[in-house]
């Protein structure tokens, strides 16, 4: 990952919650869980331009699936957190915990 | 089947936001999650949801696009108009509520005329229904009489416009239960009604075409109220008329049909019924095959009907068939009352939108000084305009919120107060129509009333010679507006008391009874278990002497029909003399016309005696003496019933009763004891009791359910009503309706046309102070000053009415036959209303008048 490409930690939100979707990265079940497991409630715009923002980086990828029922017809986007996306997320995890150590203490 | 199931969201949001979503995959996607959540969101919020959801997506849409100067009215202006309306909340209160007040009428009347009248009803292509009836002689096609089945059954065999038919009749049935005996509304319908209509049960199934007799269809409302909403009672039996009968499926909710049935049971007919084209007792209707229009199919119907005349000339004689689309049925006579209601909520929405903007023309006048400092250091006039624009945005969306608020409580409440006279009225609720109505309302509302002050404010080109206090003398335009909210205050007013003058009249007219202290009540015997004649008579005749007995009742009768509601007509014949074929006929026992306060004229009433069969006693009113006896003594003459030669001999006048309602002459009747040898209560499984109470009405009626579920459980009463009550409705409820409506938009209209006269005389006292200390100071007297102020509200109060009585003439026009007995321009109500207007007025000017007349010369001077 170059270290030039900067990830938010909204981001990081969404790339952990697809991660934990797994084969049900679709963008209802993610912003269901972003608000039940992260406390988080995004507005439908912020979470599609925040999922555009994770593409164009390079971090998710996304099948199109046709013929779904109950859409009127219209497609649905299976997200999956690329090789690209872990690796991010590896090293701001890496970041944060180097960070975190030593300070404990002083946050409990 | 399943396509009408599906749902969707409505197309016009689909089409909007396919135009800010993203191009490709990634709009269409969002789309298809939007329908998915649509799909799970309750069905009377999906619409709302969605359009939130739109409105949600499109302001994160614009945040990705360039900043435009609409954007910039909504930044920059509209943060304006809120900390500036923020800092002068008594005016921003004002406004808002005059514009929610104004939004909420509208809104509520247009959900409740959508919902009654243009909604479509809930059945599949309703369009192609038609409602189909025997047509006699010269009578409005639009009065459909019912058919014989065995024309029907022709007309079925021989049509080739029409898809299918379906028929059905009206009557009651009595449940009976753990909890009680109800009476309810049934519908007996031809197998497959459901399907006919092309409505699916939501649980079970529809009619079959070789059911057993003993089935029911419950609507949803019965289903979730008295069966517990389970869908597990399908198959089970419950008691109609004491016979048990199977469930066999649940009708979905929202349906509508007349007469709003809660069962509805399989329509039968026996080979001789079948046959009959004498008797005509079934309501037909006809789904015409795709394509054709209802004209064509009528001139079918009416081709093999002419057939049918020739082939059965006895009984089909001047018979046509008519026919009208179901919808237009089942709202007849709802139109007129729905356009006076839609009338008048527009004059109270345009009144407010006049109010709010001669309230900001008065705010821009005495902010003159401020714009024209903006436009001398270089503002243009169009910021301007958009400053004041921004203003009326907010007031609008907030006075719009407000409104839709007060609508959704305002549609309730119009239905449970008037119900009874709007057609659909079950099905009118507050939904996705009520908050559409609610946005165009305030887009209206938003647009008359910024057009004056945008055009104040574009028109800037005074400089700053305008003084602190505005310019004194340029309220020209305001004073328009006003005059014209008085205009529509006259004609709201003036309409309402045409409508209160005619119901004043209609109250003064005797009807024949004495109202006060009577209940009345039909009771029906399930013939299960009353299955002869005598033990139906003598059921009735014990539950009588039981009601007499007891203390709180003063005397107790029974009759054939409920009290002022006459209709039961046919032949009479005096002997010797002159015969009727429209003499009201009536059973009733001793006591009735004690009971309901009629007179005896001449000779006797019925006494016990005279209800054993054998006797031929009858009572004729004192209308038959006059018209079919010219006035001669009817002691001891002899009349035939019907077409029969039994003789009944006439024992007694009594007083006439106004049976036909008050504006039609009590038509000729006669009378005749239940239980004699005359047509009697045998005929008819339902009588009507009468009941004149010791005390209050009200408090009987406990002690009479008590009494007759001790006597047998599975009695019901049905159509429970205070002789009052059922007068009040002879007089007519839409008249008591558009009273009620009209005079309460009529108040809000003279209210809010006083504070527009308040309003621009107390700004004119104020910009004249000085003018006013001058002339004090040069021995003008307090008292002059006071009627130069009033005079000036007056004027512009005496402008205003003469338009208003000039508008009020026409709209009174509207009215039509809810008028009774006054003309459209009856000049003492036209005169009260103009009286009244003009002393509101006075009032209204009194307080800036006493400030002008109380002024300190030298404080007044001193204020420049």
């Given at each position: 990952?170059?270290?030039?490409?900067?990830?938010?930690?909204?981001?990081?939100?969404?790339?952990?919650?697809?991660?934990?979707?797994?084969?049900?990265?679709?963008?209802?079940?993610?912003?269901?869980?972003?608000?039940?497991?992260?406390?988080?409630?995004?507005?439908?715009?912020?979470?599609?331009?925040?999922?555009?923002?994770?593409?164009?980086?390079?971090?998710?990828?996304?099948?199109?699936?046709?013929?779904?029922?109950?859409?009127?017809?219209?497609?649905?986007?299976?997200?999956?957190?690329?090789?690209?996306?872990?690796?991010?997320?590896?090293?701001?995890?890496?970041?944060?915990?180097?960070?975190?150590?030593?300070?404990?203490?002083?946050?409990? | 089947?399943?396509?009408?199931?599906?749902?969707?969201?409505?197309?016009?949001?689909?089409?909007?936001?396919?135009?800010?979503?993203?191009?490709?995959?990634?709009?269409?996607?969002?789309?298809?999650?939007?329908?998915?959540?649509?799909?799970?969101?309750?069905?009377?919020?999906?619409?709302?949801?969605?359009?939130?959801?739109?409105?949600?997506?499109?302001?994160?849409?614009?945040?990705?696009?360039?900043?435009?100067?609409?954007?910039?009215?909504?930044?920059?202006?509209?943060?304006?108009?809120?900390?500036?309306?923020?800092?002068?909340?008594?005016?921003?209160?004002?406004?808002?509520?005059?514009?929610?007040?104004?939004?909420?009428?509208?809104?509520?009347?247009?959900?409740?005329?959508?919902?009654?009248?243009?909604?479509?009803?809930?059945?599949?292509?309703?369009?192609?229904?038609?409602?189909?009836?025997?047509?006699?002689?010269?009578?409005?096609?639009?009065?459909?009489?019912?058919?014989?089945?065995?024309?029907?059954?022709?007309?079925?065999?021989?049509?080739?416009?029409?898809?299918?038919?379906?028929?059905?009749?009206?009557?009651?049935?009595?449940?009976?239960?753990?909890?009680?005996?109800?009476?309810?509304?049934?519908?007996?319908?031809?197998?497959?009604?459901?399907?006919?209509?092309?409505?699916?049960?939501?649980?079970?199934?529809?009619?079959?075409?070789?059911?057993?007799?003993?089935?029911?269809?419950?609507?949803?409302?019965?289903?979730?109220?008295?069966?517990?909403?389970?869908?597990?009672?399908?198959?089970?039996?419950?008691?109609?008329?004491?016979?048990?009968?199977?469930?066999?499926?649940?009708?979905?909710?929202?349906?509508?049909?007349?007469?709003?049935?809660?069962?509805?049971?399989?329509?039968?007919?026996?080979?001789?019924?079948?046959?009959?084209?004498?008797?005509?007792?079934?309501?037909?209707?006809?789904?015409?095959?795709?394509?054709?229009?209802p004209s064509v199919a009528l001139q079918e119907m009416n081709a093999i009907f002419a057939e049918l005349a020739s082939?059965?000339?006895?009984?089909?004689?001047?018979?046509?068939?008519?026919?009208?689309?179901?919808?237009?049925?089942?709202?007849?006579?709802?139109?007129?009352?729905?356009?006076?209601?839609?009338?008048?909520?527009?004059?109270?929405?345009?009144?407010?939108?006049?109010?709010?903007?001669?309230?900001?023309?008065?705010?821009?006048?005495?902010?003159?000084?401020?714009?024209?400092?903006?436009?001398?250091?270089?503002?243009?006039?169009?910021?301007?305009?958009?400053?004041?624009?921004?203003?009326?945005?907010?007031?609008?969306?907030?006075?719009?919120?407000?409104?839709?608020?007060?609508?959704?409580?305002?549609?309730?409440?119009?239905?449970?107060?008037?119900?009874?006279?709007?057609?659909?009225?079950?099905?009118?609720?507050?939904?996705?129509?009520?908050?559409?109505?609610?946005?165009?309302?305030?887009?209206?509302?938003?647009?008359?009333?910024?057009?004056?002050?945008?055009?104040?404010?574009?028109?800037?080109?005074?400089?700053?010679?305008?003084?602190?206090?505005?310019?004194?003398?340029?309220?020209?335009?305001?004073?328009?507006?006003?005059?014209?909210?008085?205009?529509?205050?006259?004609?709201?007013?003036?309409?309402?008391?045409?409508?209160?003058?005619?119901?004043?009249?209609?109250?003064?007219?005797?009807?024949?009874?004495?109202?006060?202290?009577?209940?009345?009540?039909?009771?029906?015997?399930?013939?299960?278990?009353?299955?002869?004649?005598?033990?139906?008579?003598?059921?009735?005749?014990?539950?009588?002497?039981?009601?007499?007995?007891?203390?709180?009742?003063?005397?107790?009768?029974?009759?054939?029909?409920?009290?002022?509601?006459?209709?039961?007509?046919?032949?009479?014949?005096?002997?010797?003399?002159?015969?009727?074929?429209?003499?009201?006929?009536?059973?009733?026992?001793?006591?009735?016309?004690?009971?309901?306060?009629?007179?005896?004229?001449?000779?006797?009433?019925?006494?016990?005696?005279?209800?054993?069969?054998?006797?031929?006693?009858?009572?004729?009113?004192?209308?038959?003496?006059?018209?079919?006896?010219?006035?001669?003594?009817?002691?001891?003459?002899?009349?035939?019933?019907?077409?029969?030669?039994?003789?009944?001999?006439?024992?007694?006048?009594?007083?006439?009763?106004?049976?036909?309602?008050?504006?039609?002459?009590?038509?000729?009747?006669?009378?005749?004891?239940?239980?004699?040898?005359?047509?009697?209560?045998?005929?008819?499984?339902?009588?009507?009791?009468?009941?004149?109470?010791?005390?209050?009405?009200?408090?009987?009626?406990?002690?009479?359910?008590?009494?007759?579920?001790?006597?047998?459980?599975?009695?019901?009463?049905?159509?429970?009503?205070?002789?009052?009550?059922?007068?009040?409705?002879?007089?007519?409820?839409?008249?008591?309706?558009?009273?009620?409506?009209?005079?309460?938009?009529?108040?809000?209209?003279?209210?809010?046309?006083?504070?527009?006269?308040?309003?621009?005389?107390?700004?004119?006292?104020?910009?004249?102070?000085?003018?006013?200390?001058?002339?004090?100071?040069?021995?003008?007297?307090?008292?002059?000053?006071?009627?130069?102020?009033?005079?000036?509200?007056?004027?512009?109060?005496?402008?205003?009415?003469?338009?208003?009585?000039?508008?009020?003439?026409?709209?009174?026009?509207?009215?039509?036959?809810?008028?009774?007995?006054?003309?459209?321009?009856?000049?003492?109500?036209?005169?009260?209303?103009?009286?009244?207007?003009?002393?509101?007025?006075?009032?209204?000017?009194?307080w800036p008048a006493m400030r002008a007349a109380r002024v300190a010369p030298i404080d007044a001077l001193r204020q420049?």
């Amino acid at each position: 990952v170059p270290s030039n490409v900067f990830i938010g930690e909204l981001e990081q939100l969404v790339l952990l919650t697809l991660l934990r979707l797994g084969d049900r990265g679709y963008a209802l079940p993610l912003r269901e869980d972003l608000s039940r497991l992260a406390g988080r409630s995004l507005s439908r715009g912020a979470l599609y331009r925040t999922l555009e923002r994770l593409e164009a980086k390079g971090f998710v990828s996304w099948d199109l699936e046709e013929d779904v029922p109950d859409r009127g017809g219209h497609p649905r986007r299976r997200y999956r957190v690329s090789a690209s996306g872990v690796a991010a997320l590896r090293a701001s995890r890496r970041a944060l915990l180097h960070l975190w150590s030593g300070l404990e203490q002083v946050l409990r | 089947m399943t396509a009408r199931h599906t749902v969707s969201p409505p197309q016009w949001i689909v089409r909007w936001l396919r135009r800010i979503l993203p191009p490709g995959s990634a709009g269409a996607t969002i789309l298809g999650d939007l329908h998915e959540e649509y799909g799970c969101v309750r069905p009377g919020l999906r619409n709302f949801w969605y359009l939130w959801a739109a409105i949600g997506l499109s302001l994160g849409a614009s945040r990705t696009t360039r900043p435009s100067r609409v954007t910039a009215f909504v930044t920059r202006d509209v943060r304006l108009a809120v900390r500036s309306l923020v800092r002068q909340p008594g005016y921003a209160f004002g406004a808002i509520l005059t514009l929610g007040l104004g939004i909420g009428a509208t809104t509520s009347i247009a959900s409740v005329v959508y919902g009654s009248v243009f909604k479509p009803l809930p059945f599949d292509q309703a369009g192609r229904i038609l409602r189909i009836g025997d047509q006699w002689g010269n009578v409005p096609p639009t009065s459909l009489s019912s058919m014989s089945v065995a024309n029907f059954l022709d007309l079925d065999e021989r049509s080739r416009t029409v898809e299918r038919f379906a028929a059905f009749t009206y009557g009651r049935s009595t449940i009976s239960g753990a909890g009680g005996a109800r009476s309810v509304r049934t519908l007996q319908a031809t197998p497959g009604f459901l399907d006919f209509l092309g409505v699916a049960p939501q649980h079970g199934r529809d009619i079959g075409a070789v059911d057993p007799s003993n089935i029911v269809l419950v609507t949803d409302d019965m289903w979730r109220a008295s069966l517990g909403g389970r869908p597990s009672v399908v198959g089970d039996t419950i008691l109609v008329d004491l016979v048990p009968h199977t469930i066999i499926g649940i009708i979905p909710a929202g349906f509508v049909f007349p007469g709003e049935p809660e069962l509805i049971r399989p329509l039968e007919w026996s080979p001789s019924r079948r046959a009959n084209r004498r008797q005509r007792s079934i309501e037909g209707l006809a789904r015409l095959a795709p394509g054709i229009a209802p004209s064509v199919a009528l001139q079918e119907m009416n081709a093999i009907f002419a057939e049918l005349a020739s082939a059965h000339p006895k009984e089909n004689e001047g018979v046509r068939i008519a026919g009208m689309p179901l919808t237009e049925w089942m709202i007849q006579g709802a139109r007129n009352r729905m356009a006076i209601f839609a009338g008048a909520v527009s004059a109270v929405l345009l009144i407010a939108c006049v109010n709010v903007a001669a309230l900001l023309l008065a705010r821009g006048e005495r902010r003159r000084h401020e714009m024209a400092v903006c436009a001398a250091l270089g503002a243009d006039r169009w910021a301007l305009a958009a400053r004041a624009v921004a203003e009326v945005a907010v007031l609008g969306a907030a006075g719009g919120l407000l409104g839709v608020l007060l609508a959704s409580w305002g549609v309730k409440v119009i239905v449970a107060t008037f119900g009874d006279t709007i057609p659909r009225a079950s099905a009118i609720q507050p939904d996705g129509t009520t908050l559409l109505a609610g946005i165009a309302a305030t887009l209206l509302a938003s647009l008359v009333t910024a057009v004056f002050p945008a055009a104040q404010a574009a028109r800037l080109t005074e400089s700053l010679r305008a003084t602190r206090s505005g310019l004194p003398g340029r309220q020209t335009l305001r004073r328009v507006l006003v005059a014209a909210q008085v205009a529509l205050a006259v004609v709201l007013a003036s309409t309402a008391g045409l409508l209160l003058n005619s119901l004043w009249r209609l109250g003064r007219i005797d009807l024949g009874v004495v109202a006060d202290r009577v209940i009345t009540f039909g009771l029906a015997l399930p013939p299960a278990r009353y299955t002869t004649p005598e033990s139906m008579s003598q059921t009735f005749t014990a539950i009588l002497e039981e009601l007499r007995d007891m203390p709180q009742v003063e005397s107790a009768g029974a009759t054939t029909r409920r009290p002022l509601f006459g209709g039961t007509n046919g032949t009479v014949r005096v002997v010797g003399g002159k015969s009727s074929e429209r003499v009201e006929q009536r059973a009733i026992t001793p006591g009735y016309f004690d009971t309901v306060g009629a007179r005896i004229i001449a000779g006797r009433d019925f006494v016990e005696s005279d209800a054993t069969p054998g006797r031929r006693a009858v009572i004729v009113n004192d209308a038959f003496v006059r018209g079919l006896l010219d006035g001669a003594s009817p002691i001891g003459t002899n009349v035939t019933l019907a077409n029969s030669d039994v003789t009944y001999e006439v024992v007694g006048v009594v007083s006439d009763i106004r049976e036909m309602g008050p504006e039609a002459a009590a038509p000729a009747g006669v009378y005749w004891a239940a239980g004699s040898a005359g047509p009697s209560f045998t005929n008819i499984s339902t009588v009507t009791i009468v009941v004149r109470a010791t005390g209050s009405p009200s408090s009987v009626l406990p002690i009479v359910r008590q009494q007759l579920a001790a006597r047998d459980p599975d009695l019901a009463l049905e159509d429970i009503a205070t002789l009052e009550s059922l007068w009040s409705r002879r007089l007519g409820r839409d008249r008591h309706t558009a009273v009620s409506l009209l005079g309460s938009f009529a108040v809000v209209a003279v209210v809010l046309g006083c504070v527009g006269i308040y309003g621009v005389v107390a700004l004119s006292v104020q910009q004249r102070m000085r003018e006013f200390g001058i002339r004090l100071a040069l021995g003008a007297t307090g008292g002059r000053l006071l009627g130069h102020v009033v005079l000036e509200g007056v004027l512009i109060a005496v402008a205003g009415t003469a338009v208003g009585l000039v508008g009020a003439a026409f709209a009174a026009r509207l009215l039509g036959r809810m008028l009774y007995e006054i003309s459209p321009r009856d000049p003492a109500t036209l005169a009260a209303t103009a009286a009244l207007m003009l002393a509101a007025a006075v009032l209204a000017c009194a307080w800036p008048a006493m400030r002008a007349a109380r002024v300190a010369p030298i404080d007044a001077l001193r204020q420049e």
